[in-house]
């Protein structure tokens, strides 16, 4: 666990990523926290495996090809630093290039909560049913959907 920025760092000496789903979508995608995508890209060009802990509740029929059409949205506040007015009163510090960024006409910042991950980074997905490749996430989806509605 660690801040995005060290993730290069830390996988020079990584052997396996283990990657938390919010949801696995039906064409084998991870829909989780974002960043999670960037992670996976980074160790499948290192050739680290990256593995996804999702129980089957999260499996969805749905299908995401990007993180824009549906996600969820933080406050843009969030993704500045905090202002510190001593330090900018004392010169050190402007408050960020973006401090004033409400003042900008026509600039919006987006602070998305969630990212999809390509199914081609993930290796395997492990839930109760055992360890899936991401392709197989529509048929496990399936059938334990009919199996809840026998049920």
């Known amino acids: 666990y660690m801040l995005l920025s060290a993730a290069p760092h830390a996988a020079k000496e990584a052997t396996t990523v283990l990657l938390g789903a919010h949801a696995m979508m039906s064409n084998g995608r991870l829909y989780s926290r974002v960043g999670t995508a960037v992670v996976a890209m980074l160790a499948h060009a290192r050739a680290i495996p990256v593995i996804v802990c999702c129980e089957s509740v999260k499996f969805t029929d749905r299908v995401a090809l990007d993180s824009i059409v549906q996600n969820e ?47 081609e980074y993930i290796d395997m997905v492990v839930t109760e049913f055992g360890f899936l490749p991401p392709s197989s996430v529509p048929v496990v ?11």
């Open 141 to 151: 989806h399936r059938i334990s959907t009919e199996r809840d509605v026998r049920t």
């Open 73 to 119: 949205i933080a406050p843009s506040e969030e993704l500045l630093l905090p202002f510190d007015a001593a330090a900018a009163a004392a010169g050190v510090a402007d408050g960020g290039s973006l401090a004033k960024w409400k003042e900008t006409p026509g600039l919006q910042l987006l602070n998305i909560m969630y990212d999809v991950t390509p199914a």
